[in-house]
């Protein structure tokens, strides 16, 4: 899904929603799932104007889940420990909000280069 | 999406009805900032029932909305955030301090009641919360 | 019979003719070996928690899904109805070593009858043993591993009816819940609750929660920060959570965080807490009750 304008924002978490709910997650965990969305959309919109999300399905044989990519060209985040680093008050600014959705989702990688973009995966897997 | 803003007694009602851009919701701050002078309302009410999703954007219009009704003279209460909602707000850190919240529209509607006599002289028994 | 099944094996000497003569065997002798090897169950003192008779009708049943696994090299039905069988069992106690014993004791029964199949044959015998051996290792192996998945699974299912059990939210009065914590609490839990705990402020209205955490023993940092989280987020419910019972080695891992006691409400005790939360609710209700009292008057 391509995302550079605010509206595709709504589209791409109401896409995780319900890739989630056709998944089985409950109500809850499609909730921190298309939040998640809705944040690494933002930052795409917010930093990098232009990028994508792509969604797909995981299974590892045991367990079912979702896996986000969020890919922009954009101007890349220089600090990246800083950019994730966990601080419990996010304090409400438009922060990148990287640690954020790294609690709302199990699993979360992110590769970044100053001047070529940022790519965050993040996964989720189904109670 | 426009969202529509109800004037009832001294109240406005805001109701949200489905996911909203983020130019939806600054519209909404607009426009509720502006009625709230032009109507002279005590109170405002945004209902969040039916939305699915609040992230940082959201979160913020909400508290930047709260505190410029508070400016204009008026008390500002949520109401209607839904389980998962605010589970998922508190998991990314959105706590909205200082903002008000209640139940539903009947619970804030209370609430405003409450803090409208609070205010008026002659009856201390109601502390502020 | 034996002697003709014998030399068209010798014959063709091939897998499939062998696996034939194994069957054959199996199938003609099927009486004979299912009655030893519930024997032998019963003398090894295996799944005691059954009686002979249920452990003859089993026997049976395993020894035909064997053969037809053996038979046809699908394992399906086997595994479909090992998974019954374990369904049955372990209800009743069976042990994961009974279940294994008694699979090996089936595999040791049927070699001693090849055995005796072939006293003099020495390279038919290893011809068919080498047939046998694989097929008969897949299956204990299937056997076995259903078993011990469906343990788990139930073992799962009980730890989730457990931690359900373990944590009712209760309705003490109108608009006021209890939420009687007890037993360690992990991540998984402590957001369990508070799903659970957000349902319940929905459902019952509710605007105060006392949460009472002196049946839990200890917190470390990630479970208080849930907690805290729970707090919060019933408050973007429009409720209060007055947390009580404390114990002093949990305040100390809150205060380590560095939790904003603003946002925390917290009484002693159980009994602090509900009066708490009565002055609470009172505050905003009793006044319109004296009111119309008053009005009565």
């Known amino acids: ?127 | ?129 | 019979m034996q002697s003709i099944s014998r030399s068209t094996a010798q014959s063709s000497g091939d897998s499939s003719a062998l696996l034939r003569e194994l069957v054959a065997h199996l199938r003609q002798n099927r009486t004979g070996l299912r009655e030893e090897w519930a024997r032998r169950i019963t003398e090894a003192k295996l799944l005691t928690a059954m009686t002979p008779e249920e452990i003859f009708a089993e026997a049976t049943a395993v020894y035909d899904n064997y053969l037809e696994a053996v038979e046809t090299g699908s394992i399906e039905a086997l595994e479909t109805y090992a998974r019954s069988l374990s369904e049955r069992i372990i209800p009743r106690g069976v042990e994961t070593h009974e279940v294994l014993g008694i699979v090996l004791l089936l595999r040791d029964v049927l070699a001693r009858s090849l055995f005796a199949k072939y006293p003099q044959d020495v390279t038919q015998l290893s011809r068919v043993l080498d047939v046998y051996e694989p097929a008969a290792n897949r299956i204990a192996n299937t056997v076995a591993v259903g078993f011990a998945h469906e343990r788990e699974r139930i073992i799962r299912q009980q730890q989730e009816a457990i931690r359900e059990l373990s944590t009712p939210v209760l309705t003490v009065r109108n608009r006021l819940l209890i939420l009687p914590m007890i037993g360690i609490i992990d991540p998984q839990r402590a957001r369990q609750l508070t799903e659970q705990l957000l349902r319940a402020i929905r459902v019952n209205r509710a605007k105060v929660v006392v949460m009472d955490i002196t049946g839990v023993p200890a917190m470390d940092a990630t479970v208080a920060n849930h907690l805290v989280q729970t707090v919060e987020a019933s408050r973007l419910l429009g409720a209060t959570v007055i947390v009580t019972g404390l114990s002093p080695e949990i305040a100390q891992t809150l205060v380590n965080i560095g939790v904003d006691l603003g946002k925390m409400t917290t009484v002693g005790d159980l009994q602090g807490g509900i009066e708490e939360a009565e002055r609470l609710l009172g505050f905003k209700v009793v006044p319109v009750d004296e009111a119309a009292e008053q009005l009565k008057e």
């Not at chain 1, 917010?46 to 060209?73: C, F, H, T």
């Not at chain 2, 930047?64 to 008390?75: K, N, S, V, Y």
């Open chain 1, 1 to 127: 899904m391509p995302v550079h304008r605010e509206i595709d924002i709504v589209a791409a978490r109401r896409e995780g929603r319900a890739l989630a709910s056709l998944l089985g997650f409950s109500s809850t965990e499609a909730t921190l799932v298309a939040t998640a969305i809705s944040e690494l959309a933002r930052n795409i919109v917010l930093y990098a104007k232009q990028g994508e999300i792509v969604l797909g399905l995981l299974n590892d044989g045991n367990r079912r889940g979702v896996v986000v990519v969020a890919r922009d060209e954009g101007p890349g985040i220089p600090d990246i420990p800083w950019a994730v680093a966990d601080g419990r008050s996010t304090s409400g600014g438009l922060g990148l909000g990287l640690p954020g959705v790294r609690r709302l989702m199990d699993e979360f990688h992110i590769a970044s280069e100053v001047g070529k973009g940022t790519t965050v995966v993040v996964k989720k897997w189904k109670r």
């Open chain 2, 1 to 129: 999406m426009l969202v529509p803003i109800l004037k009832q007694r001294d109240y406005l009602i805001a109701t949200i009805q489905a996911a909203l851009t983020d130019e939806d919701l600054r519209l909404l701050r607009d426009g509720l900032v502006e009625q709230v002078g032009r109507y002279r309302s005590r109170g405002v009410i945004v209902d969040l029932t039916a939305l699915d999703v609040m992230d940082s954007f959201a979160a913020r219009t909400m508290r930047d909305l709260a505190h410029m009704t508070r400016f204009r003279g008026a008390e500002m209460v949520i109401v209607g955030i839904q389980p998962e909602v605010a589970f998922s707000m508190v998991q990314l850190g959105l706590t909205l301090e200082g903002v008000s919240t209640a139940l539903d529209l009947e619970e804030g509607l209370a609430y405003l009641d409450r803090r409208g006599k609070a205010k008026r002289p002659g009856k201390s028994s109601m502390t502020a919360r």
